[in-house]
């Protein structure tokens, strides 16, 4: 599945896009859970850096 939505995002002359997956842990549980989320790449790259 992961393969088609990146296949998909690679289009030639748009813009470019990442799909991040962020590991979330609850306050309430201490569990982890996973958050998708389709951004532009530079966009995807700050949030990564965690500025």
């Given at each position: 599945?992961?393969?088609?939505?990146?296949?998909?995002?690679k289009?030639?002359?748009?813009?470019k896009?990442?799909?991040?997956?962020?590991?979330?842990?609850?306050?309430?549980?201490?569990?982890?859970?996973?958050?998708?989320?389709?951004?532009?790449?530079?966009?995807?790259?700050?949030?990564?850096?965690?500025n």
């Amino acid at each position: 599945m992961a393969k088609k939505v990146v296949a998909t995002l690679k289009k030639e002359g748009g813009a470019k896009y990442a799909k991040v997956i962020r590991a979330v842990k609850s306050p309430k549980t201490g569990a982890y859970t996973f958050k998708e989320e389709i951004m532009l790449e530079e966009d995807a790259k700050k949030a990564l850096s965690g500025n």
